[in-house]
C-alpha cells in the first residue's frame, strides 16, 4: 500500500530507498531532490526494470502529487 513519507524517514535511512521524479523535464531542471533519479511518468511503467531491487522505490514531483500518486501504481 502507497503512503506517504516525511523527508526525516528519507534522510534517515538513504540507503532503503530509491527516489524518483516522475516531473517533466523542465520541472526537473528547474529544481529536484539531490540524488533522485529523472524518470518521467509517461516513461516510469516502460523502465521499471531500470529500478534497482532490494530498494523501496519512492516516487516524488513538486505541486500537488498528482504525478506522483500516477506513478505508484506503476
Do not use: N, W
Not at 524518483?20 to 533522485?36: F, K, L, M, Q
Amino acid at each position: 500500500m502507497a503512503q506517504t513519507l516525511k523527508l526525516a524517514a528519507l534522510v534517515a535511512d538513504p540507503e532503503r530507498f530509491h527516489l524518483i521524479d516522475v516531473r517533466d523535464a523542465e520541472d526537473y531542471a528547474v529544481a529536484h531532490v539531490t540524488g533522485a533519479v529523472h524518470i518521467r511518468l509517461a516513461e516510469l511503467e516502460g523502465r521499471a526494470g531500470e529500478l534497482p531491487s532490494g530498494k523501496t522505490p519512492v516516487t516524488i514531483c513538486g505541486k500537488g502529487g498528482g504525478r506522483s500518486a500516477e506513478g505508484r501504481k506503476c
